[in-house]
Nanobody, 114 residues
Framework: QVQLVESGGGLVQPGGSLRLSCAAS????????MGWYRQAPGKQRELVAA???????NYADSVKGRFTISRDNAKNTVYLQMNSLKPEDTAVYYC????????WGQGTQVTVSS
């Protein structure tokens, strides 16, 4: 079985920074592509950033230049560094492991507000 646990969310002011973590309990973590998604109230879940098993990354246009996805295979963890946060970044952020139909964590709330 696959278990994903997100952490690091919270309340931050516009322009601030936050780092999210996703700890994966899975064998052979280094072989899987990973992603971060977010969902705001009344909106569909959207891809924020993805990182392949080989370390290639891509980002939604709305976060390019502000967010960075990374992974530490020795710790079975993927990170999302979020800088220059905006109110429109407010959402529940979910970790995704790309295997079959995909596996999801429980989500962590990020609120950007003054």
């Amino acid at each position: 079985q696959v278990q994903l646990v997100e952490s690091g969310g919270g309340l931050v002011q516009p322009g601030g920074s936050l780092r999210l973590s996703c700890a994966a309990s899975v064998r052979f973590f280094s072989t899987y592509d990973m992603g971060w998604y977010r969902q705001a109230p009344g909106k569909q879940r959207e891809l924020v950033a993805a990182i392949t098993r080989g370390g290639s990354t891509n980002y939604a246009d709305s976060v390019k230049g502000r967010f960075t996805i990374s992974r530490d295979n020795a710790k079975n963890t993927v990170y999302l560094q979020m800088n220059s946060l905006k109110p429109e970044d407010t959402a529940v952020y979910y970790c995704n492991l790309r295997l079959g139909s995909g596996y999801w964590g429980q989500g962590t709330q990020v609120t950007v507000s003054s």
